[in-house]
């Protein structure tokens, strides 16, 4: 095993609303609490980030990347929680491992918010786990979409750059 070039330095939830979309009986019990399955479901993420002007003496590049997911009361399968969640991490990734500075921005973007994504669904299923219909484990994803060089115009790692995602509807099988 290695350290990867891509490290974490700093991640922190900036907004977290979390809550039932319809409002429990609490005055019996539960029944049994099924695994929601998100087909169908309405799901929006989106992602940004931004780069800090580079130093010529470093040997890593500095980038924030921050992390949006919601759930809303729409789609075929409307999930059990409303969720509004908002995550922002600092990363720094190293020079050498990735020389080519376009290169760096999308493997920086694309691992940065796989792994806010990975605290944020371990947030939202423990923010859930004790609510009355039952936690609610997020599907895993990826994020090769968001990478700044896909993006239809040119991609500058020297500029701050702003990609919000496009609403993804899941079908059931």
């Not at 087909?39 to 924030?64: K, M, Q």
């Not at 908002?86 to 920086?108: E, M, Q």
Request: glycine share 4%; aromatic share 8%.
């Amino acid at each position: 095993m290695q350290p990867s070039p891509l490290q974490l330095t700093d991640l922190f939830f900036v907004h977290s609303d979390i809550r039932p979309r319809i409002e429990p009986d609490v005055t019996s019990l539960p029944t049994s609490k099924e695994r929601f399955s998100f087909n169908n479901t309405v799901i929006t993420t989106t992602v940004e980030h931004a780069i800090a002007p580079e130093d010529d003496e470093s040997p890593v590049s500095r980038l924030l990347v921050t992390l949006r997911f919601v759930l809303e009361d729409e789609g075929d399968a409307p999930p059990p929680y409303l969720v509004d969640v908002k995550c922002i991490g600092y990363f720094t990734i190293h020079k050498s491992a990735f020389p080519d500075p376009v290169k760096r921005l999308d493997v920086g973007v694309v691992n940065g918010a796989s792994m806010l994504y990975g605290s944020l669904r371990e947030h939202i299923f423990n923010a859930t786990a004790r609510m009355w219909y039952g936690e609610m484990l997020l599907p895993s994803v990826n994020f090769l979409e968001d990478a700044p060089s896909q993006n239809h115009q040119e991609a500058q790692p020297d500029v701050p750059v702003e990609k919000p995602r496009k609403t993804r509807k899941q079908k059931s099988a």
